[in-house]
């Protein structure tokens, strides 16, 4: 069955409309309750999904490989393609997506450069998914993100929510602010000074109306936030690992947080989590990062069969 979305890349949450963000919110949750309740999918049954990553990745990763193959399909994976593809030789991502095409139905790539992923695609003739290109953008994580949200709080509109951390090179709240920014949210943008949200992101959420207070003070912002989404320091992106190790640290999630937070308050993260949240947090039941890292399953289930025409 065709779609909105068949035959379509994604690469950049700027080309993503709501009525896709609904698509696939509600094709996942079909999805989901088949699974649940004991069913199986044979939707990509002897189709190949290409899995060409060339950044570390453990969830995007196996939650895209997991969703192939929850689907009745294939995959062909390169973890390693920094170092393990002919990459090394000298092939542009551009021809890798023309020849990748000849063996694949659709493909997923992480890169280390922002704007590789729409190279790969310039050259593939199959749907390309982006699975984060440098601090630029991770739309499907960002997805995940919307259903995790929909799911934790019984729905999108209207919220206020906190981003925190490393809001300048963390591509995820890059991606999810600007989904999050059609539902009408109230944005808190915690980070330290160095760290903060890119100035053209933040402008143009204003710019489209929404509300965005910049501080570095997390325990104001989370006293009134429904949700707060904690990212990483991401020490790989910076030059300076002296500034690294001072920001460090700057943020921790712990009980004394939560006890001065709006009641209920919803803990998301995309993982992988290093000294943000203290583990004591991992029992609290607003805690949802692991229920959030599942979500990447059904939901990239939902890319991939929508992406193809098979869902
Ligand atoms: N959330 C996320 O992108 O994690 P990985 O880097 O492990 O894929």
Redesign the pocket.
């Given at each position: 069955m065709t779609s909105v979305l068949t035959g379509k890349d994604i690469l950049h949450v700027k080309d993503i409309k709501l009525e896709h963000i609904s698509l696939v919110l509600e094709t996942a949750s079909r999805f989901e309750q088949v699974l649940a309740l004991g069913g199986r999918l044979f939707n990509m049954d002897g189709k190949v999904l290409a899995v060409l990553f060339y950044e570390?990745?453990?969830?995007?990763?196996l939650s895209f490989e997991t969703a192939m193959l929850r689907l009745g399909g294939h995959v062909v994976s390169t973890s390693q393609g920094a170092l393990a593809s002919s990459a090394v030789k000298g092939e542009t991502l551009y021809d890798t997506g023309k020849m990748i095409s000849g063996y694949a139905d659709i493909a997923v790539i992480?890169h280390m450069l922002p704007g590789s992923a729409q190279d790969f695609a310039n050259g593939a003739s199959v749907p390309v998914i982006n699975?984060?290109d440098g601090a630029r953008e991770?739309p499907t994580?960002a997805l995940v993100d919307l259903y995790t949200i929909q799911k934790e709080r019984g729905g999108l509109n209207n919220l206020a929510v906190t981003l925190a951390g490393d809001l300048k090179n963390g591509r995820?709240v890059h991606s999810l602010s600007w989904l999050l920014g059609k539902y009408g949210p109230r944005f808190y943008f915690v980070s330290p000074e160095e760290l903060r949200m890119p100035a053209e992101i933040t402008q143009a959420l204003r710019d489209d109306g929404i509300e965005v207070v910049e501080t570095s003070n997390l325990y104001e912002a989370a006293s009134k936030s429904d949700v707060l989404y904690m990212t990483r320091i991401q020490k790989e992106r910076f030059d300076d690992l002296s500034l690294f190790e001072r920001l460090k640290g700057t943020y921790v999630i712990n009980f004394d947080l939560i006890e001065n937070s709006k009641s209920g308050i919803t803990i998301m993260h995309?993982?992988?989590r290093t000294d943000e949240i203290d583990r004591e947090i991992d029992n609290y039941e607003g805690a949802a990062y692991f229920r959030q890292a599942a979500n990447g399953g059904p939901i990239r289930m939902a890319i991939i069969a929508l992406l193809t025409g098979c869902e």
């Open positions: 570390p990745s453990t969830h995007t990763r992480r699975g984060g991770h994580q995820t995309p993982l992988p």
